[in-house]
């Protein structure tokens, strides 16, 4: 089975991720934690995307597109994966639609999370990392996934570990970039998933789910709706 998942920054699209991944056993391929963690190992791939990412640019296509393409080429992706993040513009849609294609892979399901972007960048703004597991979601602008509080200090409230602020997080002016690229649907993240959408006469199934109710309420959504596509291991 391989799916993406498309939601605009702050949707919660990433802690969605990390459940389907748990019920479907696919490998969670998210560009941004490739990012992430090429810069906290300072490898080369880390330090050509640190200053796009930090200012809330696009990686560039050169980069992001073969870093992409090739993890999916890997052992663990041959029994399917969940990709998220990726892609974000016309470009790399159809790279990775042709990817496919040439080695005769079918993308079966398309599922996006809806938001509206005021939303979207309030909770953006009120995350935060857990320094143990990037799937432990915590948010201070969300109650049930709030940290806990531990000695006077914010802790994960899943494994009481430290939290963290990602840099583009913070920053209004990159936010608004993140957001205008997602929601451009010339050319940016809406147009590359219209592209693969069109598809779906080919047999790609759509999921749209709503982001805005609580966590737990869009999990359930999600997972009546993966059942009813046949999705979820029993
Ligand atoms: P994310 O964790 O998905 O919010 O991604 C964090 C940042 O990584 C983005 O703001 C971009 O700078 C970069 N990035 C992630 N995915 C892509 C992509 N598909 N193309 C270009 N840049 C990306």
Same mark, same amino acid.
Do not use: F
């Given at each position: 089975m391989n799916i993406i998942i498309f939601g605009p920054n702050g949707s919660g699209k990433g802690t969605q991720g990390a459940i389907i991944k748990q019920k479907t056993n696919l490998p969670h391929v998210e560009s941004g934690v490739i990012f992430r963690e090429n810069i906290s190992r300072q490898t080369e791939l880390g330090n050509q995307a640190k200053a796009y990412i930090d200012q809330g640019e696009l990686v560039p296509d050169e980069i992001t597109i073969p870093m992409i393409l090739d993890r999916l080429k890997q052992d663990d992706c041959k029994k399917g994966w969940l990709l998220d993040g990726f892609p974000r513009n016309v470009a790399q849609a159809k790279a990775l639609y042709d990817a496919l294609t040439n080695e005769n892979i079918k993308l079966d399901l398309i599922i996006e999370v809806v938001l509206d972007r005021e939303v979207a960048k309030k909770r953006i703004m009120g995350r935060r990392l857990c320094v143990n597991d990037n799937n432990h979601p915590n948010n201070v602008n969300i109650d049930p996934i709030?940290?806990? *509080?531990?000695?006077?200090?914010? *802790?994960?409230? *899943?494994?009481?570990?430290?939290?963290?602020?990602?840099?583009?997080?913070?920053?209004?002016?990159?936010?608004?970039?993140?957001?205008?690229?997602y929601f451009d649907e010339e050319s940016g993240t809406m147009a590359a998933k219209n592209i693969l959408k069109n598809k779906a006469g080919e047999g790609i199934k759509v999921i749209e789910i709503d982001g805005a109710p609580s966590v737990g309420e869009v999990t359930q959504n999600l997972l009546n709706n993966l059942k009813e596509a046949g999705c979820l291991l029993e």
């Open positions: 709030k940290p806990r *509080v531990q000695e006077g200090k914010m *802790v994960c409230r *899943v494994c009481g570990g430290k939290l963290k602020k990602r840099d583009d997080d913070q920053d209004e002016i990159a936010i608004n970039k993140r957001h205008g690229i």
